[in-house]
């Protein structure tokens, strides 16, 4: 039976596309922190992800990484490792969305929420897996959406919902595939959240009208998707791995 207290003391996390304040990413790194982890920060965002960093506390650090960019994943992870001494646990949280009509998305569009959302976590995986089998196992958690579950309808379209369904069969492939090394990899499938992840495209109005159809009546919070990342990257999930976990509040009941 596991005893109470910090559920990641001495691990070392990294959390990507964790510079906004009222982001999942940092409410994440906040939480790993609560619990004892050492986490690094990774944004393109350099100074905003210092500025959160800083937030944590000591033992805590920042790096710029432009996640598309195979060599930049691989040295930002180096340089946590460094900082660190070693990696446990990664969170995959830098994603973009757009909710661009089909015939409207340019080749560019399509390219850039590929690269960031899909890409991104590959590059990510491809370069903490290493690290993760020199420390004797760990978990990474990637960051999907309901759009890649129902086609998106919310605000992401064609391009945003096909990257996150490859997100979910990324993580099912990298699960059974990193399995023997100890490392377990899960995604998680938010629904609406009350931040600012569409930069002030999804108005007040937009996201009461959304709430409104979630059967328990409001948004979910940043903070209330950390609590997943949480239990995914503690022993609390430890005979978890290839999951896809749906945090929408019911909206998607299978």
């Known amino acids: 039976m596991m005893q109470p207290g910090p559920l990641l003391a ?3 996390a990294i959390v990507t596309g964790s510079a ?5 990413g940092f ?3 906040r939480l790993f922190a609560d619990h004892g982890a050492r986490v690094v920060l990774l944004d393109h965002d350099i100074a905003e992800a210092e500025a959160r960093a800083a937030e944590l506390g000591d033992g805590h650090a920042a790096f710029g990484c432009d996640v598309r960019e195979r060599a930049a994943c691989e040295q930002a992870v180096a ?6 001494g070693g990696v446990d646990i990664l969170v995959n949280n830098a994603g973009l969305v757009f909710g661009t009509p089909l015939m409207e998305v340019s080749d560019a569009e399509y390219d850039e929420i590929m690269a960031v959302n899909l890409k991104g976590s590959f590059n990510m995986a491809r370069a903490t897996a290493p690290m993760m089998k020199q420390a004797g196992g760990g978990a990474m958690v990637l960051m999907s959406s309901i759009a890649g579950e129902n086609g998106g309808g919310v605000f992401g379209r064609s ?8 997100i979910m069969g990324l993580a099912k492939a990298l699960a059974r595939e990193l399995a023997p090394d100890a490392i377990r990899v899960n995604a998680i499938a938010p629904g609406p959240i009350d931040n600012d992840f569409t930069k002030g495209a999804m108005t007040r109005e937009i996201k009461d009208s959304i709430a409104a159809s979630v059967p328990l009546g409001r948004l979910g919070t940043s903070d209330e998707i950390a609590g997943v990342c949480l239990f995914l990257a503690s022993p609390l999930s430890s005979f978890v791995t290839g999951a896809v976990i749906d945090a929408n509040g019911g909206l998607l009941i299978h």
């Open 10 to 12: 001495d691990k070392r």
């Open 27 to 29: 409410a994440a790194a």
């Open 159 to 166: 391009h945003y919902a096909a990257s996150k369904a490859g």
């Open 79 to 84: 340089k946590a490792a460094e900082r660190l």
């Open 20 to 24: 906004t304040a009222s982001g999942i």
